[in-house]
């Protein structure tokens, strides 16, 4: 499992499209659009942060015995998750309670889950995840920037968790 501040910002930048949605649809209240635009631009540049810090980091080196793109959740994960929220009113206190609550709930569960990389800005930045099995028969995710991994390829992508890889520069 990645590091507690790698997956918190990958969970706020999975929800920056909503966050960025959300200021549009409540502008007539500053405050409100205020907040999220705040929001949105932030946990994008948490997510940005995070890359640039790990991009030149060399992890263990990982041998690629078997490898399976790990991306089909993407558009559920938009469709469940983000567009029953874009009407929401957040002028309203009702509205944000019940917001912040989704927000809460599904926080916890992505940032203990193996949801951490379904995450639309991850593949509007051109990035792919993979589960990757070495000749030992141990599984990683790696996230890349690849569109495919040949058998036998050596990386030595950024370790950002036990059985997490990030490489940002391939």
């Keep these: 499992m990645p590091r507690l501040p790698f997956r918190i910002a990958l969970f706020l930048s999975s929800y920056a ?6 200021a549009w649809t409540n ?12 929001v949105a631009v932030l946990s994008v540049a948490a997510l940005a942060v995070v890359f640039r810090i790990k991009a030149t980091d ?3 080196r990982l041998v690629v015995a078997r490898s399976t793109p790990d991306e089909g959740e993407v558009m559920a994960y938009v469709s469940t998750y983000l567009l029953p929220f874009l009407g929401l009113d957040l002028s309203s206190a009702t509205g944000i309670v019940v917001f912040l609550g ?3 709930v599904v926080g916890v569960v ?6 951490l990389f379904v995450n639309p800005l991850l593949s ?3 990035y792919h995840t993979f589960k990757v099995v070495d000749p030992d028969g ?4 790696l996230v890349t920037r690849r ?12 370790q950002v968790g036990r059985y997490v890889r990030l490489e940002v520069r391939p």
């Design 147 to 158: 569109k495919d991994l040949e058998v036998g390829e050596a990386l030595t992508p950024a």
């Design 27 to 38: 502008r007539g209240t500053t405050w409100v659009w205020l907040t999220l635009a705040i």
């Design 138 to 141: 141990a599984e990683y995710r």
């Design 110 to 115: 992505y940032v203990n889950s193996n949801m």
């Design 17 to 22: 499209p909503l966050f960025a949605l959300l």
């Design 102 to 104: 989704f927000l809460l």
């Design 58 to 60: 060399v992890g263990p």
């Design 124 to 126: 509007v930045a051109g």
